[in-house]
């Protein structure tokens, strides 16, 4: 609940981040650090406080959304709850380098339905030993307790290592409640597990090498996902292995593939492994004083073994200006009966689906440390015919209205590119 609470504490003694804070090893500016180790481009830059205790930065962002989830056909349902979660980051100098602790936790567990809420066509993990379907489920209260470490070698090459009891492996793009695409967004991507699922892991080791243009990193890590025990940790051996490559070659692009071996992701079926690949292109501009767009395409594969492959893309976009917001994401995968709970069809007969969502947000109050907002998202799911009789139809729509509290953005760096 520390993360939190922090915002409280933060906004409350927050000031305008300086050049100095927001600089890391290599000149790296702060802006660029995603979820994990991911980078995100240079210039756009998330909701965010900073402030100072003794020698350490202090950073908190995070974002709160009351949604009033609607989703309609056959497998909808409706839901008042709360989709959350905040992030405290203290960063210091340390040993020659650059030392970041992180502790990122929600309280999803707590306000929202112990299956999660409402979302069709989502797939992953499980509630009351059974798959979840058309459901998004609540995060780990723990999302994050890491340590991140990164030293310069010389002028331009450093070292960075990685230990996270809770925390991301290099596998997959910048996790979505971190992208600035998606941050004004409730709901989760239905192609999260196929692309950025990764991003709630109990142990986690990453050590890689950097430039101030591109990274190389490997993990070692516990590859079986969260139980439905939302405020535990879920500690196994570090059985899987990922890696990742990032190119980040001006301040608009961040640009990444990766490769994760999974031995034993799923609870119901625990000697079975999986492959997985990610690429994924994320952009971002700053447009003035007030505007900023983002804009992320991820691709993501799964492969069990015996099994074809499951693809997937999404394509989402959020622009901002003034105390307005739009958003929209657009997204394809590839889903199995035995993902989707259907009784009649072979486990593993495939379906394409695909989703559609658009939404809007204006901010009723706006000071200099945080924002209130209120939004409606709409979504439509188009499926295949011979999905139609389970859903009660060819194009089920969704419905959410929300209010959403985060802190402000900060004002464009003196001197930062845009």
């Known amino acids: 609940m520390r993360s939190l609470l922090a915002f409280a504490v933060v906004l409350a003694f927050s000031q305008p981040a300086t050049a100095q804070m927001m600089a890391g090893p290599l000149g790296i500016p702060m802006e660029r650090a995603g979820s994990g180790t991911t980078w995100l481009p240079d210039a756009t830059i998330l909701p965010a406080r900073h402030t100072t205790w003794g020698a350490w930065d202090v950073t908190v962002h995070g974002t709160v959304f009351l949604q009033m989830d609607h989703q309609s056909g056959a497998r909808g349902a409706n839901q008042l709850g709360s989709v959350n979660w905040g992030m405290l980051m203290l960063t210091r100098a340390f040993g020659g380098g650059w030392l970041q602790l992180r502790s990122m936790t929600s309280l999803e567990a707590a306000t929202l339905a112990r299956g999660g809420y409402p979302l069709l066509l989502q797939t992953g993990e499980t509630y009351r030993g059974a798959p979840l379907h058309d459901r998004q489920h609540p995060h780990d209260f723990f999302m994050e307790l890491a340590a991140l470490y990164q030293r310069p070698l010389t002028r331009g090459l450093g070292l960075l290592l990685y230990v996270a009891p809770a925390g991301e492996p290099a596998s997959g793009p910048v996790a979505f409640m971190h992208r600035p695409s998606a941050q004004n967004d409730p709901f989760a991507p239905i192609t999260h597990h196929w692309q950025d699922a990764t991003h709630i892991t109990f ?196 419905l959410a209205v929300f209010l959403r509290w985060r802190p402000s953005i900060p004002a464009p760096m003196e001197g930062m590119r845009m």
């Not at 034993?264 to 492959?275: C, D, G, K, Q, Y």
């Not at 440390?369 to 011979?386: I, K, M, Q």
């Open 203 to 398: 142990g986690v080791i990453t050590g890689g090498v950097f430039t101030r243009t591109w990274k190389l990193e490997g993990s070692v890590f516990n590859g079986r996902e969260p139980d439905e025990r939302r405020w535990d940790f879920d500690f196994r051996r570090l059985d899987s292995y990922a890696g990742r490559f990032t190119l980040n070659p001006d301040a608009h692009w961040s640009l990444s593939a990766s490769y994760a071996y999974l031995a034993s992701p799923e609870i119901l079926r625990p000697t079975v492994a999986m492959h997985r690949a990610t690429a994924s292109a994320l952009y971002g501009r700053r447009i003035g004083e007030t505007r900023q767009l983002a804009t992320t395409l991820v691709f993501g594969a799964n492969r069990e073994f015996g099994a074809r492959t499951q693809t997937s893309a999404l394509l989402e976009s959020n622009l901002e200006w003034g105390r307005n917001a739009l958003f929209g994401r657009a997204e394809y995968v590839q889903k199995s009966a035995d993902e989707l709970v259907l009784a009649g069809p072979p486990p593993d007969t495939r379906y394409d689906v695909s989703a559609l969502a658009v939404g809007y947000v204006r901010d009723v109050v706006a000071t200099g440390t945080w924002r209130a907002g209120v939004g409606a998202r709409l979504s439509l799911n188009l499926l295949p015919p011979s999905l139609a009789g389970a859903y009660g139809g060819r194009a089920p729509a969704g």
